[in-house]
Structures are given as structure tokens and as C-alpha cells.
């Protein structure tokens, strides 16, 4: 990658959706990525983290990417029809110690 930046994606959902609900949208999420990385768009997945609720329904994702711009973050999420709630630049990791 080149002069590319960490962002932290906030993706809330307006109803809890299922695991089958989740693997497609991580599907659709992957050929954007593709395609964005065609068109000549800096921009790669890092990992994401699941939130459910108290029933167990997945309510949203904090997912972690790498991009030339937020621009790029938020056009994937479109694309992708991803909801991307708020899109922040990573700063450093605290430690544990």
C-alpha cells in the first residue's frame, strides 16, 4: 500500500440481523473492495468486530480499514450498501501495561 491511513468504521444497524445476513454483507463488502482496488483505489480491510445484543442479533460492526482517504472509506460503504455510522482516523493503540 502506499500513503495510505487506518480507519475505524462504526456501522450501526437499525434492526439486529442474523449471521447469514452478515456473511452476505461481507461478501458484498469484498467484490466493492475488489472493484474499488480495480478502478486504482488504495484501499484494503484490516478486520472487523461483531456487536450483538442481549438476544444474541448482531446490532452493528467496528470494522478496521486502510486508505488513501476517508473518501475511499465511505464510497466503499455506499457501494457496498454498508451503513458506515462514523468514520474516524486510527490514532496510536493504548497498551495494556
Request: charged share 35%.
Amino acid at each position: 500500500m502506499s500513503d495510505t491511513n487506518d480507519y475505524l468504521i462504526l456501522r450501526e444497524l437499525p434492526e439486529p440481523i442474523t449471521e447469514d445476513e452478515l456473511d452476505a454483507a461481507a461478501e458484498a463488502s469484498g467484490e466493492t473492495l475488489s472493484e474499488l482496488r480495480d478502478e486504482g483505489v488504495d484501499i484494503r480491510w484490516v478486520d472487523s468486530e461483531v456487536m450483538t445484543d442481549g438476544d444474541g442479533g448482531i446490532v452493528g460492526t467496528f470494522c478496521h480499514y486502510q486508505a488513501e482517504s476517508e473518501d475511499a472509506v465511505r464510497e466503499h460503504a455506499e457501494r457496498a450498501g454498508l451503513p458506515a455510522t462514523k468514520v474516524t482516523r486510527r490514532g496510536e493503540p493504548l497498551s495494556g501495561e
